[in-house]
């Protein structure tokens, strides 16, 4: 497959039978009903709407495309070779089997080739696939994958720690267990030494900086 091609399937695909605002809050009553409840009283009577706008945030990354978050590289940096590292970005997702929160965090590093992009651009290509319904391995892998297409880089190291809900509020109710999932691509995948730098600078704690 040529990377044309890839570049496309990382591109969101719109729903063409995208139902109205009003069918959406109709489900919502429904749900409620379905728990018991009389979604006609007082303090029910404005939820679905509410609902309604929190899925909007909940899963605004379906309106942004990744592909064109990285189109915008900076070329002069000066003969730069090393890692890029961003660590500790907020991660807010839900979870496709069972619609719960999954929150935790994601670093993102990769070795550029030419080519850097604003760091702000990584955090939001976070976001554009981690709100949507995702499980944590897919989204681990189209985070990586995104920036190994568009920017070409010489290779990309996705680490992503997250809390499931629905393994800690239902089902098996286990707080506080983390899953870690992660993706090596070029020389994180082929070249020990560079993988090792990655965990290594994921472990040191800036001395200073901008971490609030
Ligand atoms: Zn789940």
């Given amino acids: ?5 890839n570049v496309a399937k990382l591109r969101a695909k719109p729903v063409s039978d995208r139902p109205s605002r009003r069918q959406a809050e109709a489900a919502v009553r429904t749900l409620l009903r379905w728990a018991g409840d009389d979604p006609g009283r007082e303090g029910l009577r404005d939820t ?16 942004t495309d990744p592909v064109a978050l990285l189109a915008r590289t900076f070329e002069e940096v000066e003969g730069y070779d090393e890692i890029v590292l961003l660590r500790n970005i907020r991660l807010e997702s839900v979870c496709e089997h069972h619609m719960a929160p999954i929150i935790g965090r994601v670093h993102v590093g990769y070795l550029p080739d ?20 995702q499980i944590q ?13 568009v920017l070409e880089p010489r290779g990309v190291a996705v680490v992503i720690e997250a809390a499931h809900q629905c393994m800690t509020t239902r ?42």
């Fill in 171 to 212: 089902g098996v109710h286990k707080p506080g267990v983390t899953m870690t999932t992660s993706r090596m691509l070029g020389t994180f995948r082929d070249d020990a030494a560079t993988r090792r730098e990655f965990f290594a600078m994921l472990q040191t704690s800036p001395q200073s900086g901008c971490e609030g």
């Fill in 114 to 133: 030419r080519r850097v992009v604003g760091i702000s651009k990584l955090a939001r290509v976070v976001e554009a696939y981690g709100k949507r319904l």
């Fill in 137 to 149: 391995e897919k989204l681990t892998a189209q985070i990586a994958n995104v920036i190994n297409e």
């Fill in 1 to 5: 497959m040529d990377s044309i091609t």
């Fill in 48 to 63: 679905p709407s509410r609902v309604v706008r929190a899925y909007e945030e909940f899963f605004a990354g379906y309106a």
